[in-house]
């Protein structure tokens, strides 16, 4: 059974700093393709980061010099840096694997409120 499990969201004042992890189970972890969405209130759901299995990131132009994404294939788990946070980061934030041939998959989301 593939599982996504997201962690690390919360309440963070304006300029405030965040770490997300995503821990994966039941997939060929190095294979796919990591991404971090987010859906903020009345919005639709966009790509914040991805990072490739050798290591190569892309960023939202939103976020590119605060958020940092990275993964730890010996703990099948990817994680989003989020600094100098703004009101208009807030969203919930979705873990997404994704390979061209395999299955697409989704975790549960977590809230990331930005308080100004």
């Known amino acids: 059974q593939v599982q996504l499990v997201e962690s690390g969201g919360g309440l963070v004042e304006s300029g405030g700093s965040l770490r997300l992890s995503c821990a994966a189970s039941g997939i060929l972890f190095s294979v796919y393709v990591m991404n971090w969405y987010r859906q903020g ?3 639709q759901r966009e790509l914040v ?11 939202a132009d939103s976020v590119k010099g605060r958020f940092t994404i990275s993964r730890d294939s010996g703990k099948n ?16 934030y979705y ?8 299955n697409t998959y989704w975790g549960q989301g977590t809230q990331v409120t930005v308080s100004s």
């Not at 980061?49 to 960023?59: E, L, P």
Request: with cysteine; charged share 15%.
């Open 49 to 59: 980061a991805s990072i490739t299995s050798d290591g190569s990131t892309n960023y």
């Open 77 to 92: 788990t990817v994680y989003l840096q989020m600094n100098s946070l703004k009101p208009e980061d807030t969203a919930v």
């Open 41 to 43: 209130p009345g919005k």
């Open 95 to 102: 873990c997404n694997a994704a390979h061209k041939i395999f």
